[in-house]
């Protein structure tokens, strides 16, 4: 049974960098036509897609988030990592990791558990 | 790009039926046959529930369907059950390089 599961600070202090890595396992980040994603809900509102991954190294991202975000992929390790950088309050939420699957990158069917990340000083 | 819209909630007594829409432009949900539906139970991670505007993954009951027309794309579920009480949300694919993911809002689903 495929496992996601999210690790990285719960605290980051505004205006700093923001890091959490996914680690993939009972499969492999490498599988055909997966992509890997980033998705996030901040307290009391819904969800909202970061940006998704394949294990190439292609990358799609929010445009909203785009000039802030990097997602890289490690296949050695099976994980995948998400960068947020000069991160305000506003950033504070619970990130997920998820597999993204089908003709496109949008049907997520395996998502880690979640990490609340707090954006404060 | 607006995230798409979606009633804010819904309600319905056991074994009777609901339905929640999501309305979006012939840039996402109109545009491409990609709508997906998750279940959120709140501490939860979110399960996926339809794909593909109407295919179920295994293991979800077909109680629940979904369906699309033009810019609006629906769940439906029958026969209520007090688990299915959860938030629920839609998603679609928005093209590459343009919005590429947008999800709704979510919709609370209150069982009476």
């Known amino acids: 049974q495929l496992q996601l599961q999210e690790s990285g600070p719960g605290l980051v202090k505004p205006s700093e960098t923001l890091s959490l890595s996914c680690t993939v396992s009972?499969?492999?980040?490498?599988?055909?036509?997966?992509?890997w994603g980033w998705i996030r809900q901040p307290p009391g509102n819904g969800l909202e897609w970061i940006g998704s991954i394949y294990y190439s190294g292609t990358t799609y991202y929010n445009p909203s988030l785009k000039s802030r975000v990097t997602i890289s992929v490690d296949t050695s390790t099976n994980q995948f990592s998400l960068i947020l950088s000069s991160v305000p309050a506003a950033d504070t939420a619970v990130y997920y990791c998820a597999r993204g699957g089908g003709v496109t990158y949008s049907d997520f069917d395996y998502w880690g558990q979640g990490s609340l990340v707090t954006v404060s000083s | 790009q607006s995230a798409l819209t979606q009633p804010r909630s819904v309600s319905g007594s056991p074994g009777q039926s609901v339905t929640i829409s999501c309305t979006g432009t012939s840039s996402d949900v109109g545009g491409y046959n990609f709508v997906s539906w998750y279940q959120h139970h709140p501490g939860k991670a979110p399960k996926l529930m339809i794909y593909?505007?109407?295919k179920r993954p295994s293991g979800v009951p077909d109680r629940f369907s979904g369906s699309k027309s033009g810019n609006t794309a629906s769940l439906s579920i029958s026969g209520l059950q007090a688990e299915d009480e959860a938030d629920y949300y839609c998603c679609s694919y928005a093209g590459d390089y343009t919005y590429g993911v947008l999800f709704g809002g979510g919709t609370k689903l209150t069982v009476l």
């Open positions: 009972g499969g492999s980040i490498t599988s055909t036509n997966h992509y």
């Open positions: 593909d505007v109407a």
